[in-house]
């Protein structure tokens, strides 16, 4: 079945650190990829999406390319803030189907000062 | 703002009794909202989706008497717990699609605690 594995967490680094959350999917079609940002005690909001292969989304410094080659979609941010800390959520929509998403596990992410 | 809202955000209630979420989408007409279950330090578990005047699509597994959905108006869908058991604990999340920008929004949660 269609599924989104994300690399596993936490994650910690220092502030203006460069950051790396590794997310590869499965799908039988074409899907498009999504990462979502949950701050603490919020829901879930779209940071960024690509709808195609080579895509690139990109979003508050944060950048992701849609890899249909390697079925990866990466999120990466080259100087991390303490604002950046909350959990991230790859997932992928597919077109065929109603607007269902498809979450990866999550990463933590805490930037310490 | 937020664009979705979700009452209560945080409910604690004890075993048997029922429990009603409320998912608003406040600026925007949703005729598909979409309700989902997140375990500790796991992902979203897609449990139905909710569509305006018709029967909720429930996902392999999630029983409907056990979690009623409701989804009457354009911008509201409701989630009630049945007979809630402790092992329904967990955190409850909404979203609802907002057509024009073929974007989901989400609501903040609801942490469901059952004694």
């Known amino acids: 079945g269609d599924s989104v594995t994300q690399m596993e967490g936490p994650v910690t680094l220092s502030e203006e650190a460069f950051l790396t959350i590794n997310c590869t999917y499965t799908?039988?079609?074409?899907?498009?990829l999504f990462w979502y940002v949950q701050y603490p005690g919020e829901g879930l909001q779209l940071l960024l999406k690509?709808?195609?292969?080579?895509d690139k989304g990109s979003n508050k410094g944060f950048e992701a390319t849609y890899r249909k080659e390697t079925t990866s979609f990466h999120l990466e941010k080259g100087s991390v803030q303490v604002s950046d800390s909350a959990v991230y959520f790859c997932a992928l929509r597919l077109i065929q189907g109603a607007q269902k998403l498809v979450f990866g596990q999550g990463t933590r992410l805490t930037i310490n000062p | 703002g937020a664009v979705v809202s979700q009452h209560p955000s945080r409910v604690i209630c004890k075993s048997g009794t029922s429990v009603k979420i409320e998912c608003r989408s406040l600026?925007?007409?949703?005729?598909?909202m979409f309700w989902y279950r997140q375990f500790p330090k796991q992902s979203l578990m897609l449990m139905a989706t909710?569509?305006?005047?018709?029967?909720?699509?429930?996902e392999q597994g999630v029983e409907k008497d056990k979690f009623l959905i409701n989804h009457a108006s354009l911008t509201l869908s409701t989630l009630t717990v049945t007979s809630a058991h402790p092992e329904d604990s967990s955190f409850y999340i909404c979203s609802a699609w907002a057509l024009a920008k073929n974007i989901q929004y989400f609501g903040a949660g609801t942490r469901l605690s059952v004694l």
């Open positions: 909710s569509n305006e005047g018709s029967k909720a699509t429930y």
């Open positions: 600026d925007f007409q949703a005729t598909t």
């Open positions: 799908a039988t079609g074409y899907p498009s």
């Open positions: 690509a709808t195609k292969a080579d």
